[in-house]
């Protein structure tokens, strides 16, 4: 029993790492252009 | 890029510290290469704080101090680098639809998230059922479950709730009215069971159903945005401009909108006319392919009218403004193709029909459930109610509601990844059961673009003579003769003058050379046979016998191939043209037509769609120039190749793209087999109710049953839909 009690906390928080981490991207709108981002990895200034 | 210059202010959005921004649809860029030379160019100028491609979205957006530069400057710039740039208002374009999109994605997330961790908590209740857990953990697991699912429903069930009350103000049902109600009621529910102690919760059940449902709606949604940016760019490069000349002979720069009734218009060699007018002076060929759909020119004079949307060949033209905006012929066709549209509105689409018997199927069980429960057996309103709520449960339409999204996003993509762009949202249903195919004939079925049929009879010698003459014009035929003759050297010629309406003239060792129409070149057309063409011109040169050179319209490549297949799976073929008789029919044999209408003006072709709609037939219409659009919206459905006018291709469901008429076959195929998928799914969600039905009613549906239940037909519908994708792209079966 004791252990759920870290479980069950810790299997929470890292569910919520990834969706914070997932609404941060949105924000940050790394999926605004999937495409460019693949050819922008050919361009070796800037 | 005069078009450009004097509308751009308004779309210049003012940021703090005297910031400017300017929005641009950039067409053109399709590479890293694109990226870098529009952004170093940018980033090299003075004033510019940042320039961003999206590659995606084909779009740009440049910050700039205001003080050092401005707007049209920039716009100049990336349009002197070779893209075509556009402003555009991000907000009127797709601000909401960006903005629900999103809002779309972060609802799936949060869902996801939940759907997660509830079943990991559910599993081990689960596995408890056996194993002895103890009544407080249970009731633990609950509570937590309780905490993660409550909050989820509420936000990540808005869509579904916003879109059932909507639904329900207007005193109809849709899928979405099962979905919130089961949503709500197997939460509050759970809710209730929590409190109480008891054995049984659908948390999971309610977030992992709000998760299938909302990856389903994100993947539709998605697919069709995708497509609508791509139609809301041709809308935007519509945009136009006018040079008017005043009264004191001095020449300004104004939009289309701006132009009244009686000015004056300048309208350059190669512009398209922005009004329709009458010429006041200078004389000309026009090209009034896009509103006539004939590929050969017209000649004007002073006095002719000319229409808006044609396009000026080869002389300067001042036109007096008769009529602009709405007043113009091409106003008018607008206003024919949203007359025919109408109907269009009125399709209701197959997942709304299963809906309308759906919906009110499962709340009737629903409710028979919980009066059998009552009358028949002595447990009591709550268990009665218990029993009713997990057939909504199980009824809900998890799968159903995967069953069309889930092939249409694979049918989408596998069309996209042909070149083949899906407008409309039920484009594909409707293509699904197409009998008829009528065909526009210039544009459509040929390439409206013009060859020297009789090449072969006439020496290098006297070709290259001719090329050399028609290297100095723009006219269609003369582009079709240098064409034929290519890279090769022509011989030199001096004094060359072009008639507009005539043909050319020019000179070769002091001898006259003439090229162009028969009396231009002094030829008696009486007594020789008019050959089959679409057009005949001459080359007169002085001292010995005129030749004709003959064009033809050139036939797509694989035209016939099309039609062929297209009758072998029991299409009918119908050609439309604005064209004479002669050639059409002409051309209708060449093919195997049997059924073909010529001299047909817009209007004509609008009621003959709508006649065949009458007797019955579901028309696919297949056009390309102003003149098919009302007939395009008047079809069942409609495609159009991407070189069709942007009208056109507003009009039509599908726009292909390439030289190939296969896509057309092609997509019918794949319509009628994403169909078929959507149906089977539909027969593989209702086999799964069939045998849960009757267990929840029983009041036997646990919630493990319902949460392997609802997973695995989400999975099985998923998988048919995959289907699709191994099926080969071909032009018949």
């Known amino acids: 029993m004791s ?23 949105l924000k940050n709108r790394q999926f605004d252009d999937l495409d460019g981002a693949a050819e922008r990895i050919l361009l070796d200034d800037d | 890029m005069n078009a450009i210059t004097p509308t751009v202010t308004p779309y210049v959005i003012e940021l703090p510290e005297d910031v400017r921004r300017l929005n641009l649809m950039v067409a053109s860029v399709h590479c890293a290469g694109c990226i870098r ?23 740009l957006v440049v910050d700039w101090h205001a003080p050092e530069n401005n707007a049209s400057r920039l716009v100049q710039l990336v349009s002197d680098l070779g893209f075509p740039a556009t ?113 049984h919760t659908y948390f999971d059940a309610s977030v992992t159903l709000l998760f299938f449902l909302l990856v389903g709606r994100y993947l539709d949604r998605r697919a069709r945005s995708k497509a609508r940016s791509a139609a809301e760019q041709l809308v935007t490069l519509t945009a136009t401009s006018a040079t008017i000349v005043n009264g004191d002979g001095s020449m300004q720069t104004l939009a289309v909108s701006q132009v009244e009734k009686g000015m004056t218009v300048l309208v350059a060699a190669g512009d398209r006319i922005p009004v329709d007018g009458q010429i006041l002076s200078g004389e000309s060929d026009v090209d009034a392919s896009l509103v006539t759909g004939e590929s050969l020119p017209a000649n004007v004079a002073p006095q002719t009218l000319v229409y808006a949307g044609t396009l000026n060949l080869s002389q300067p033209l001042t036109i007096t403004v008769k009529a602009c905006g709405d007043g113009t012929l091409l106003a008018e066709i607008v206003r024919l193709m949203e007359a025919a549209e109408q109907g269009r509105a009125k399709y209701v689409q197959i997942a709304d029909r299963v809906a309308a018997i759906y919906a009110p199927a499962v709340h009737i069980l629903s409710a028979a459930t919980f009066i059998g429960w009552m009358m028949f057996t002595n447990a009591g309103w709550e268990a009665s109610l218990m029993a009713a709520i997990a057939v909504l449960i199980i009824t809900c339409p998890c799968a159903l509601g995967l069953a069309v999204p889930a092939v249409q996003v694979v049918a989408t993509g596998r069309l996209l990844q042909h070149g083949v762009l899906l407008k409309s949202s039920h484009g594909l249903e409707r293509l699904s059961n197409v009998d008829t195919v009528v065909f526009d004939k210039t544009g459509t079925l040929t390439t409206a673009e013009l060859h020297l049929t009789n090449g072969e009879d006439i020496s290098d010698d006297v070709l290259a003579l001719a090329a050399a003459l028609a290297q100095h014009s723009n006219h269609p035929l003369s582009r079709a003769i240098t064409k034929t003759w290519g890279q090769r050297p022509c011989p030199d010629v001096s004094n060359i003058s072009e008639t507009p309406g005539f043909g050319l003239e020019a000179t070769q060792n002091g001898k006259n050379v003439r090229l162009g129409k028969a009396d231009w070149c002094g030829v008696d057309l009486d007594g020789i046979p008019a050959p089959f063409a679409s057009a005949v011109i001459w080359l007169a040169h002085e001292g010995s016998e005129p030749l004709q050179l003959i064009f033809q319209d050139t036939l797509r490549n694989d035209a016939l191939e099309t039609i062929n297949a297209l009758r072998a799976s029991g299409m009918d073929v119908i050609m439309l043209s604005g064209d004479r008789e002669s050639t059409v029919s002409q051309m209708a044999q060449a ?49 159009s190749p991407a070189s069709a006018a942007d009208i056109s291709q507003n009009a039509a469901d599908l726009v292909f793209q390439g030289n190939s008429l296969a896509s057309i076959p092609a997509s019918i195929r794949t319509a009628r087999m994403a169909h078929g998928l959507v149906k089977q799914n539909f027969a593989l969600a209702f086999l799964y109710n069939a045998i849960a039905v009757p267990l929840a009613m029983a009041g036997l549906a646990t919630p493990l049953f319902a949460a392997v239940a609802m997973s695995s037909s989400s999975i099985v519908v998923t998988l048919n839909a995959l289907r699709l994708r191994l099926t080969k792209w071909s032009i018949s079966s």
């Open chain 1, 3 to 25: 252990a759920l009690s870290i479980l069950i906390p810790a299997a929470l928080f890292l569910g919520l790492l990834g969706l914070v981490g997932f609404f941060w991207a």
């Open chain 2, 87 to 199: 402003p555009y208002d991000p907000e009127m374009l797709s601000g909401a639809n960006a903005r629900e999109e999103s809002r779309l994605l972060k609802s799936m997330a949060v869902a996801g998230f939940a759907a997660a961790n509830v079943m990991l908590l559910s599993i081990a209740v689960w596995a408890g059922y056996d194993g002895g857990m103890g009544d407080a953990t249970r009731g633990l697991f609950h509570w937590i479950s309780a905490m993660i699912a409550l909050p989820v429903v509420v936000y990540s069930g808005m869509p579904f709730f916003k879109s059932a009350l909507i639904a329900l103000k207007g005193r109809s049902l849709n899928m979405d009215v099962p979905i919130s109600l089961a949503v709500i009621l197997a939460s509050g529910m759970s809710l209730h069971q929590t409190i109480q102690g008891a054995q």
């Open chain 2, 591 to 639: 093919l195997g037509i049997d059924h073909y209408a010529a001299e047909q003006l817009p209007a004509h072709k609008v009621h003959f769609v709508e006649d065949l709609a009458k007797a019955g037939r579901h028309v696919l219409m297949v056009g390309d120039g102003i003149n098919d659009a009302p007939a395009l919206a008047a079809g069942h459905v409609s495609m």
């Open chain 2, 37 to 59: 030379k529009i952004e170093g160019a940018l980033h090299k100028t003075p004033g510019v704080i940042n320039a961003r491609v999206n590659l995606s979205t084909r779009r």
